[in-house]
């Protein structure tokens, strides 16, 4: 009983460290692909990774794609994710692991397992279970500087005042919104992309919008709530394609997926509109998901 209790306190004192070094990190680094997938966000497991890290208060950035300011002077604010595959001949197992900027793994977490025979939904709920780890720390960034000395060697004296990290900020993205660009409409030419932007009022209610349906490219799209916004889904699909974060200005949400970021509003008529810069034309997008309910 007492080498029993010992036990218990060595891991909680373990888990309690963990949560305390981690807080001390702004973001999460997500890679587009791991070693043992054969291309990018193969499985979703890159976008699973990261909607799980968001879900749990994160701040996360892609590894390829446009990073904050603050991150680019100092690399050693962020821990970059990594998923190793210990899998058997009958068992899925996952393991997550987040390494500092010194290439210093400072968490790993237990096995996630899985005994589903389809590829995707083993991975994916062996991620999950990875991912209990992470839930317990209850994630809170602190600022503290328990990072390695080359994030402080790269600190200037001075320091700026910091915004609430986002993959894109709401004013970046609301600025790229003033510049002309073709609109993507998979069906009804007619829909009317020019409409202004409105708030969520009482017509258009939390709930109101959950029981809504969009079509985009001949597929259909719903809404389900998050602690921070909407998950946007592909009708029956179990995991989101991308993030409606609540901007705190009206109506104005920012769009956040494995591949773009920018903003969300709905139009006059109900329709999702999501606009975002396109980086291989440098050039804003517009996409309307069309109301069908």
Excluded: W
């Excluded at 029981?211 to 921070?228: C, H, I, S, W």
């Excluded at 916004?229 to 109506?251: R, T």
């Amino acid at each position: 009983m007492k080498r029993l209790l010992i036990l218990i306190l060595m891991i909680s004192s373990m888990a309690g460290s963990y949560a305390q070094n981690i807080n001390s990190y702004k973001y999460i680094i997500i890679p587009e692909t791991y070693k043992f997938t054969k291309g990018v966000d193969q499985y979703q497991l890159n976008s699973l990774t990261k909607f799980l890290f968001e879900k749990e208060g994160f701040n996360t950035v892609m590894m390829k794609g446009k990073k904050p300011a603050d991150l680019r002077q100092d690399p050693c604010q962020g821990l970059t994710a990594d998923v190793q595959d210990n899998s058997g001949l009958f068992v899925t197992k996952l393991v997550l692991t987040l390494t500092d900027c010194s290439g210093e793994v400072v968490y790993k977490s237990e096995e996630g397992r899985s005994r589903a025979k389809d590829f995707k939904a083993a991975y994916h709920e062996a991620l999950r279970g990875a991912f209990e780890g992470v839930k317990e720390m209850n994630y809170q960034y602190n600022g503290d500087s328990a990072k390695p000395l080359l994030a402080q060697e790269t600190k200037t004296s001075e320091k700026k005042p910091e915004k609430p990290a986002t993959s894109i900020s709401e004013e970046e993205a609301l600025e790229e919104t003033k510049k002309p660009t073709p609109v993507k409409i998979a069906t009804e030419p007619k829909a009317i992309v020019d409409a202004e932007k409105t708030e969520v009022k009482p017509g258009n209610s939390e709930k109101s919008l959950e029981e809504r349906q969009f079509e985009y490219d001949g597929q259909q799209y719903k809404l389900k709530p998050t602690a921070q916004g909407y998950g946007l889904y592909i009708k029956n699909s179990p995991e989101p394609i991308a993030l409606l974060l609540k901007s705190g200005s009206g109506g104005n949400f920012i769009y956040n997926s494995l591949s773009n970021q920018g903003i969300a509003y709905f139009d006059n008529q109900g329709n999702l509109v999501v606009e975002y810069l396109n980086k291989q034309t440098n050039k804003k997008d517009i996409i309307v998901y069309l109301k069908k309910y």
